[in-house]
């Protein structure tokens, strides 16, 4: 089952009016396609980094599901986050053969000099952490993208060159 | 007259670099006033050489790698344009020993061509069994490919020819062909690498797919991971309507197919061919229960001829060449050629396309060159995270399905992890069940519950917490799972499981798999 992050409450966070329009825009680019709710959700994902909770009851309402069969796809998902993630999103492949050459080192390594935990937001939100599970990169990792760019055999040193930009200024020991 | 310079698009290749080093290279030309035509082709499978650079000579395509960035004007100045010599230079590429000992079959044109250029395509043998199929009936194609001996690629190795009969035989008003390019196995990347070198064999195949079972519909559903595929399968797909080859009237035969892209959404599940489908139909990607299989009751309900894209992207050479030329290839009732995919710690990872037969050491010391970082090479994972580790005492075994079945492992859809001997072999167990209960659907008890008990056990026994109950309870959950899962997920994590625990007990503290007592030293 998802890993995903809690899902909070549908109605702590309303839609803003750019919000509403491009959950809007997603509808009518989608509806009428069969299968149409994952690519709806994909295009709001594409449209504002995430998917509100409040664009919920609108795209049930478009498709005649129920909200909990849309909440249910949505968090069934890993792409799916409901929450704006940091400014830039780095995911390290946590799977066998990017172990196989340091992931697990490296994956340390990342969250200390980031000062984020894996599948955590820096309170600054400056940077997200996730892992992933694959990015077929398997025979030069470990693997890991920066905001959907994949780089290759990334050692700790490429890393912090990678990543200069977002580390914090006093990293933790 | 320009000279023409290869640099990947691929997505391995620039995550090394390549797109700096394509622009390096086009201002350099540019600086020179030498007129450049730079070609973005596929990866020619020799992921250690990339990025590698092909200059178009008249001896042939040089190569150069691997190639970066800073490397370009030393390279430009040793006459990179005219094949000249260089530190980098690995002389002509079709004669490097890893590719020319190949049978590129279904990979023949990746990293050869341009991977958009539909012209280069049919100038290299494209098209060809489509337009032998469309001569066809559609049970002649159906025992074309039969004959072929062609099994699934993804991994269950099911005849796909028995598959299409069943989708051919069940009457409706609706058929589909869907592929599988949900490419989740951790140590694979040969979908990918096909559908970023060379999506037109695909798509050529689903049409062949269509033809041969009466589906006008076709949706490859594939991964989110990979955005590179993404494109290059959009604009192949673009390009193939506007040449005719897709739409209402296939090169002109009145006979119709139409082609949808789909994105999946993370789920490494959703490539269980089963919950593929529910996510498809935009639902949550749980397993369904079989029967009806797809072939009967797939996509909406209607039957569905649903394959992999090695396997559908196989497809076409066999129609253009005949199942007697296909089916020389291989041994036992593994026929054809698999596109092995060498990774993890190799010193030369990268895609080998061989005939089925080639032994794991051949693959991991002939090809792969041993391990990356000089250590010996202590066990390799086969066929994904749900294969099991074989231990360098079976390095002799040939890639075979049923060779493999025999030993209780799998080759799966040919992905080859190799491990050097710093591995510790309880925490890849550990893995295997951690794996298992993120990716999980959540359907079946064995597999939702059962994964998250199992990392439990392990924990235990790796405490050394009465290691002879862990070990009866680890083999009662194993039995469990492989028996009573829906799927694939829960029913094959024991696989890499107790081949870690039969092969690597002293990992686990153990002396033994049998008796739990404890290790000696």
Redesign the interface.
């Known amino acids: 089952?998802?890993?995903a992050p809690q899902i909070p409450e549908a109605d702590d966070a309303p839609l803003s009016a750019a919000m509403q329009q491009a959950v809007d825009d997603a509808i009518a680019a989608h509806q009428g396609r069969?299968?149409?709710?994952?690519?709806m959700?994909?295009a709001v994902l594409a449209a504002l980094g995430h998917v509100p909770l409040a664009a919920v009851p609108r795209i049930a309402a478009a498709?005649d599901l129920s909200r909990a069969?849309v909440l249910?796809?949505l968090s069934?998902?890993?792409?799916?986050r409901t929450q704006p993630p940091g400014r830039t999103v780095v995911k390290l492949?946590r799977?066998?053969?990017?172990?196989?050459?340091g992931a697990d080192a490296l994956a340390e390594h990342a969250c200390r000099r980031l000062g984020v935990a894996l599948q955590q937001t820096r309170a600054d939100g400056a940077v997200t952490l996730e892992p992933?599970?694959?990015?077929?990169?398997?025979?030069?990792?470990p693997?890991i993208t920066i905001d959907?760019r994949?780089?290759?055999?990334v050692s700790p040193a490429r890393f912090d060159a990678l990543l200069e930009r977002v580390a914090p200024k006093d990293p933790q020991p | 007259m320009s000279v023409r310079v290869y640099v990947p698009r691929d997505a391995s290749a620039r995550s090394l670099g390549a797109d700096e080093v394509a622009a390096a290279i086009a201002a350099g030309a540019a600086a020179s006033g030498r007129p450049l035509e730079l070609v973005r082709n596929g990866s020619r499978g020799m992921v250690w050489l990339e990025p590698l650079v092909e200059v178009v000579t008249p001896t042939g395509r040089i190569g150069y790698g691997p190639v970066a960035a800073q490397d370009v004007p030393g390279l430009l100045a040793a006459g990179l344009l005219d094949g000249g010599d260089h530190p980098l230079r690995v002389g002509p590429v079709a004669e490097i020993p890893y590719f020319a000992r190949q049978q590129r079959l279904t990979f023949a044109r990746v990293g050869a061509i341009d991977p958009l250029d539909l012209a280069a395509y049919e100038a290299e043998g494209g098209l060809v069994g489509l337009r032998n199929a469309l001569a066809l009936s559609p049970a002649a194609i159906v025992q074309a490919v039969t004959d072929a001996g062609l099994r699934g690629r993804g991994g269950a190795a099911f005849p796909t020819g028995i598959k299409w009969k069943t989708v051919l035989a069940t009457e409706a008003p609706q058929k589909y062909v869907v592929c599988n390019a949900d490419e989740g196995d951790s140590g694979t990347f040969s979908d990918r690498m096909l559908m970023e070198g060379d999506p037109f064999v695909l798509l050529e195949g689903m049409i062949i797919a269509g033809l041969a079972t009466g589906a006008t519909q076709g949706y490859i559903y594939l991964r989110s991971e990979y955005p590179d595929a993404a494109a290059v399968l959009q604009a192949a797909i673009e390009r193939a309507r506007a040449g005719g080859v897709l739409g209402p009237d296939v090169l002109g035969s009145g006979r119709a197919f139409e082609l949808e892209l789909r994105l999946g959404a993370g789920s490494y599940v959703c490539g269980e061919e089963t919950a593929l489908l529910e996510s498809l139909e935009g639902k949550r990607g749980q397993v369904r229960y079989r029967p009806p299989v797809p072939a009967v009751a797939g996509l909406f309900g209607r039957p569905t001829a649903l394959n992999n894209v090695v396997t559908l992207a196989s497809v076409p050479i066999i129609l253009a060449r005949g199942a007697e030329f296909y089916r020389d290839f291989g041994l036992g009732r593994s026929r054809g050629t698999l596109a092995f995919q060498l990774a993890g710690n190799l010193a030369r990872g990268g895609l080998v396309e061989l005939a089925f037969g080639v032994t794991l050491r051949e693959l991991l010391y002939d090809y792969g060159g041993g391990s990356a970082s000089g250590r010996p090479l202590r066990a390799v994972q086969v066929g994904g995270p749900l294969g099991a580790y074989v231990p360098a005492s079976d390095f002799d075994l040939p890639l075979d399905y049923e060779a493999f079945a025999a030993k209780g492992a799998i080759v799966g859809h040919g992905g080859i992890v190799a491990f050097d001997d710093t591995v510790d072999m309880a925490a890849m167990a550990r893995y295997a069940f951690e794996f298992c209960a993120i990716e999980s659907c959540g359907k079946c008890t064995p597999c939702r519950i059962g994964a998250t008990r199992g990392v439990e056990v392990v924990d235990r026994l790796i405490a050394r917490d009465r290691p002879a109950l862990q070990l009866a309870v680890l083999r009662d959950l194993c039995d469990t799972m492989e028996h009573a899962s829906l799927c694939a997920l829960g029913g094959m994590t024991p696989y890499p499981v107790k081949s870690a625990l039969q092969h690597f007990p002293g990992d686990f503290g153990l002396q033994t798999a049998d008796d739990g007592a404890p290790r000696s030293s």
Do not use: I, Q, W
């Open positions: 089952m998802s890993t069969p299968g149409a709710l994952l690519p959700l994909h498709l069969e249910g796809v069934f998902y890993h792409d799916f492949c799977a066998e053969a990017c172990k196989a050459v992933v599970y694959c990015l077929g990169n398997c025979a030069c990792g693997a959907g994949m780089h290759g055999r």
